[in-house]
């Protein structure tokens, strides 16, 4: 008889890391060994139609398909009673710091289904993690870390709170597992690796699948470009100030980013301070960013903190030169010199370090052979997933 499997992706399958590493480990389940149903919360964005045939997508609950948008989305959806409870919090923040996550719980408290299937195991691929406690009825229940929390700050106490209730925690990365251990002792002897996902033959298919010349143009300039949510974590309206530095230094950059969020006018503004307009380039949101990280010559991450970036594990696939800044789980990212290159994270660091990589051509064709010969696809992670059910 078959083991089943629960997913759980309390989002919409819009164009994050997160969300195709989420791709990846569903490609890789053994479908005539295991059943495996989706709750996903949005059936909407790019990526809903790339999610493997095999899945079984549990029915949508209206009320949680925009829990995480804002009050006009909600409103022009229909998820009038999520639109109340946003615009209520949208109000006591002017005055008082909002932990979302107790809003989204009572959406999903009154709207969402109690599953009435029992699972052998059951993944919560993202936080909060009250619907995999509340609503389904499994044997094991996984939440996951895609994020180090050190900069988490004030919502400390929440995470502990939300994490304590899984029988599992899977960090994405050993020292994303170290870092929570760190700030969570009490939750150490739950905490296990399970490194993301990724299809080597689909990236490779996606970046060959058009020609992205009339966007990052073939005018003799190096191009740069950084994928990712325009959010503070990304760091990006840093970016324009360190072009500039980068030019002045003599070499002619383009920098190209690839992405949407909430941050997007603060690096619109600073690209107007900098008088970047020319060479700072918001390609905005794309449905497949494979064909510009091929296209690119050199790939950046300059984040504040990541768990471990799936942009940078792309572009390793893509055999691209690939830069980050020295961010808490950096080292579990790459090996510095050998397959990718990591840079102080403070503006002129960074700055002064990718002129370094630009400049050292050698060292770029040697990050690239690199890439080569190893295997960041991570397809056997599945197997600690089915090891917990043994």
Same mark, same amino acid.
């Given at each position: 008889?078959?083991?089943?499997?629960? @997913?759980?992706?309390?989002? *919409?399958?819009? &164009?994050?890391?997160?969300?195709?590493?989420? #791709?990846?480990?569903?490609?890789? $389940? /053994?479908?005539?060994?295991?059943?495996?149903?989706?709750?996903?919360?949005?059936?909407?964005?790019?990526?809903?139609?790339?999610?493997?045939?095999?899945?079984?997508?549990?029915?949508?609950?209206?009320?949680?398909?925009?829990?995480?948008?804002?009050?006009?989305?909600?409103?022009?959806?229909?998820?009038?009673?999520?639109?109340?409870?946003?615009?209520?919090?949208?109000?006591?923040?002017?005055?008082?710091?909002?932990?979302?996550?107790?809003?989204?719980?009572? @959406?999903?408290?009154?709207? *969402?289904?109690? &599953?009435?299937?029992?699972?052998?195991?059951? #993944?919560?691929?993202?936080?909060? $993690? /009250?619907?995999?406690?509340?609503?389904?009825?499994?044997?094991?229940?996984?939440?996951?870390?895609?994020?180090?929390?050190?900069?988490?700050?004030?919502?400390?106490?929440?995470?502990?709170?939300?994490?304590?209730?899984?029988?599992?925690?899977?960090?994405?990365?050993?020292?994303?597992?170290?870092?929570?251990?760190?700030?969570?002792?009490?939750?150490?002897?739950?905490?296990?690796?399970?490194?993301?996902?990724?299809?080597?033959?689909?990236?490779?298919?996606?970046?060959?699948?058009?020609?992205?010349?009339?966007?990052?143009?073939?005018?003799?300039?190096?191009?740069?470009?950084?994928?990712?949510?325009?959010?503070?974590?990304?760091?990006?309206?840093?970016?324009?100030?360190?072009?500039?530095?980068?030019?002045?230094?003599?070499?002619?950059?383009?920098?190209?980013?690839?992405?949407?969020?909430?941050?997007?006018?603060?690096?619109?503004?600073?690209?107007?301070?900098?008088?970047?307009?020319?060479?700072?380039?918001?390609?905005?949101?794309?449905?497949?960013?494979?064909?510009?990280?091929?296209?690119?010559?050199?790939?950046?991450?300059?984040?504040?903190?990541?768990?471990?970036?799936?942009?940078?594990?792309?572009?390793?696939?893509?055999?691209?030169?690939?830069?980050?800044?020295?961010?808490?789980?950096?080292?579990?990212?790459?090996?510095?010199?050998?397959?990718?290159?990591?840079?102080?994270?403070?503006?002129?660091?960074?700055?002064?370090?990718?002129?370094?990589?630009?400049?050292?051509?050698?060292?770029?064709?040697?990050?690239?052979?690199?890439?080569?010969?190893?295997?960041?696809?991570?397809?056997?992670?599945?197997?600690?997933?089915?090891?917990?059910?043994?």
């Amino acid at each position: 008889m078959k083991k089943q499997i629960l @997913v759980i992706f309390t989002g *919409a399958m819009e &164009l994050g890391g997160i969300e195709r590493s989420l #791709l990846g480990l569903l490609d890789a $389940f /053994d479908y005539n060994k295991y059943n495996v149903d989706l709750f996903l919360y949005g059936h909407h964005g790019p990526l809903m139609s790339l999610i493997n045939e095999n899945v079984n997508i549990l029915p949508e609950v209206k009320e949680l398909a925009y829990l995480r948008e804002s009050f006009k989305v909600k409103l022009k959806n229909k998820c009038f009673y999520s639109a109340v409870l946003r615009l209520k919090d949208e109000l006591i923040s002017k005055f008082h710091m909002v932990n979302n996550d107790t809003t989204w719980a009572k @959406v999903m408290r009154r709207c *969402a289904p109690k &599953l009435q299937k029992h699972y052998d195991i059951a #993944l919560s691929f993202f936080r909060p $993690f /009250d619907f995999i406690v509340e609503k389904v009825d499994a044997d094991i229940k996984v939440g996951w870390i895609h994020t180090d929390y050190t900069n988490a700050g004030e919502i400390l106490e929440v995470l502990e709170k939300d994490y304590a209730r899984m029988d599992y925690i899977a960090a994405v990365s050993d020292q994303c597992a170290e870092t929570f251990n760190s700030i969570f002792p009490n939750l150490k002897n739950r905490v296990i690796t399970i490194e993301n996902v990724l299809s080597r033959d689909y990236i490779n298919k996606e970046a060959n699948r058009y020609d992205v010349s009339d966007e990052m143009l073939l005018d003799g300039s190096i191009k740069l470009l950084t994928v990712g949510r325009f959010s503070y974590p990304k760091k990006m309206e840093e970016i324009p100030e360190i072009c500039r530095r980068i030019r002045e230094s003599g070499l002619n950059v383009k920098w190209y980013l690839i992405g949407f969020g909430k941050e997007e006018q603060l690096i619109r503004q600073k690209i107007r301070e900098e008088n970047m307009e020319k060479y700072v380039v918001i390609l905005g949101k794309k449905e497949n960013p494979y064909p510009y990280i091929k296209a690119c010559d050199i790939y950046l991450q300059p984040s504040r903190y990541e768990g471990k970036a799936v942009t940078v594990r792309e572009a390793q696939i893509l055999n691209k030169p690939v830069i980050i800044t020295n961010y808490a789980t950096s080292n579990s990212q790459l090996q510095d010199g050998i397959d990718g290159v990591i840079v102080p994270k403070d503006i002129a660091g960074c700055s002064k370090g990718i002129i370094q990589v630009v400049n050292d051509k050698r060292l770029q064709q040697r990050l690239i052979e690199n890439t080569k010969i190893v295997d960041y696809t991570n397809s056997l992670e599945v197997e600690k997933i089915y090891c917990l059910m043994r």
